[in-house]
């Protein structure tokens, strides 16, 4: 198994009598081959631009228009009012050809420039409908007739069966709000959470910089909007993610689990093949851009720009910043097991490895018995540790040798697999197997998930899955919508033979999988060593608790006439205060992805209605007040989300007018107290049902468990939340355990009792 082969395409020796040359007829055509594919590749990506450059238009629409020019032409109309006649006798090559050929050449060469005017103009007009956002404060009430004519033109002019990146061009700009909103809003979110001697302090700072230096940052940013794309997509994936020093694992990563009450098979190398031809399928859909956009109301589309760098990408470190690193293609994944590393094939004869043929070559990995070199099996924990000692080794441990092309193999795979030796499950009678379970699937042992891809698969003992993604190349929502994607695939369509292995019959002998060879010496392996404790230090500070809870869920929610998202928000503060008898700074993410390479946003979640809701339970108000408060402070949630959505947030624009300060060499008290505030609860919902492919009305039990994230302050909590069915919601909720007074099991067990009292609100006495 410890192979460590290289084909060669030719070789020559020199004698007395001449030379004699042998030439690998297999290597030769393997290159052919390569070769092959990758210009069907380029010719695709070609086509899909045409396409997607033309859109909302299509070339089928060319054909008509230039046809029907060419037809009213030569029935003796002239529908150009002589601009035919003209492009005939100016256009160079059509003076000296002959009438017909001119006629027809010039014809064609009007009706394209008619074509042209017609698709830029549908484009513009596109992207002028999509500037309108009104639409998302009416679509749970009435609705008005302009936002009516609004949807009408949406589908008019939104085209035909749009490829992934169709809507790209058409898509608004991320428009930077004024900046007395942005220092207003700001106060508003804060006021309520301040004593009055500090709230004044504040306020006389944000005077002083709307007066002063803040008009000069707002002018540059506003420069930089409209030069960039995205006036913060940029920034924040440069200096939030990828110039942060520390460790990624548990503090940027964050994971993904199973769909929990559905059990495929208990086959470890099955379930691996299965979901290994799953992605790469998804793969190919992302880069064919066969997978659909998605589309709010099926009509307004989300910026698809995040699935780029989904697959064959790797965050590389570095001294003071880490760079991403993407590649158009791989034809590898890298696999993990028991301490030792797999380079695995998965195209052999130019097609792509079915999952029977995957299998075989995934069992012969868990059946090899070699042991790992030295330093082998740690060797991940450098992905895990500080950022600055795992580019210093990199740079002088990995730069030449069989350890550069082993670490070429990894970094450079479509993503990474881990088969782990342990098993994980959920069962309703043992809640510390799913906390177990999630902590896996965070960090596992600190050494066995390469932490720097852009996700790495995990597969446990038993057939449970899960994932580890690194953060900076894309958010959660990107990641969900794939695996939900290959979880579904993984039933509805391979699926498995009655003894849980993959169905189909090797076509093939598969190549081996490539042992990747390593020389670490002892300086290396100290460093790795180094690397693993600050990791097991870090990961045995969590503390992370799942919960699924399925008392109700969202249907019983909508009875009551309240946003579920608000709902849950709601019951997050009635627990964090019922526990630390103080209302804190509450960080909730949301998506700017209405607008061309939109990231995230925060909803400040924590708003003076909220409080006075929680107030009202705690107080023991009567039931109609409290009902009342809720119903005002769900509304107010979701004036905030739905502001936050259409570009009027107060985060990012400050984020932004800090980065130019710095820029500049300006200081400003206001931007430092401002953005230096803890957000002692960090919450996130997971969406669910992006594809049409998971049908929850008839397979129920298909809901996925959803995925979290690491605490994000010292003495507070990370609440993740996926609303999986009309009447189940996972919580994933984390803190750390050097803080002695966060618990999260007693979180837990005080959101069941706050959302069970928010309920009880609505029965009848």
Known sequence: MAEAHAAVA?????????YD???NHEAIKAVWESGVLSWKKRMGRLKNNVRNGVFPASMTSWLFVVTLILGIRLAGFDPSFGSISLIHSTMPGLQSASYSVGLYCSTIVFGTVLWIVKFLLLKYMLKLLL???????????????????????????GGRKPLLMSYQASLPKLPVPGLRESVNNYLHSIHHLMSDERYEEMKKLSEEFCSGVGH??????????????????????????????????????????????????TVQVARAANLIYAMLMYRREVDREELNPILINHVVPLCSAQYERQFNTTRIPGLETDHLVHLKDSNHITVYHKGRYYKVYIRHKRRMLKPCELEVMLQKIVDDESEPAEGEEHLAALTAGERVPWAKARK????????????????????????????????????TKLDKYGKAMLHGKGHDRWFDKSFTFVVCSNGRIGFNAEHSWADAPIMAHMWEYVVTE??????????????GTPECQPPNPIRLEWDLNKQCQQVIQSSLQVARS????????????????????????????????????????????HFCLTYESSMTRLFREGRTETVRSCTADVCNFVRSVCEGKPKADSIKLLRKSADTHQKLYRDTMTGAGVDRHLFCLYVVSKYLGVDSPFLAQALSEPWKLSTSQTPHQQTDRLDLTKHPDRICGGGGFGPVSDNGYGVSYMIAGEDTIFFHISCK?????????KFGATLQQSLCDMRDLFSKD
């Not at 030719?10 to 001449?18: A, L, N």
């Not at 993984?490 to 169905?503: I, S």
Request: hydrophobic share 35%.
């Open 10 to 18: 030719f070789s020559f020796t020199v004698t007395p009598d001449g």
């Open 21 to 23: 040359v042998n030439i």
């Open 131 to 157: 500037t309108y956002h009104n639409w998302m404060y009416e679509v749970r009430g009435k609705m008005s007739l302009k936002t009516k004519l609004w949807f009408m033109l949406i589908r008019l002019y």
């Open 216 to 265: 000069r940052l707002q002018r540059y940013l506003i420069l930089k909007s409209w030069w960039a794309t995205n006036y913060v997509s940029d920034w924040w994936e440069q200096y939030v993610y990828l110039r942060g020093r520390s460790p990624i694992m548990v503090n940027s990563n964050y994971y993904g689990v199973d769909a929990l009450l559905v059990t495929n098979t």
């Open 396 to 431: 002088e441990f990995f730069s030449k040798g069989k350890n550069k092309a082993s670490l070429d193999a990894i970094e450079k795979a479509a993503f990474c697999v881990t088969l782990d030796s342990e098993d994980q499950d959920y069962d309703p009678n043992d809640p």
């Open 490 to 503: 993984d039933v509805a369509t391979y699926g498995y033979d009655k003894d849980g292995h993959t169905r």
């Open 538 to 581: 870090l990961l045995n500070d969590v503390d992370l608790h799942i919960m699924m809870f399925n008392t109700f869920g969202k249907g019983f929610v909508k009875t009551c006439k309240v946003s579920p998202d608000a709902f849950i928000q709601t019951a997050i503060q009635l627990t964090y205060y019922r526990l630390e008898k």
């Open 737 to 745: 355990r050097a803080c002695g007074h966060t618990d999260t099991h």
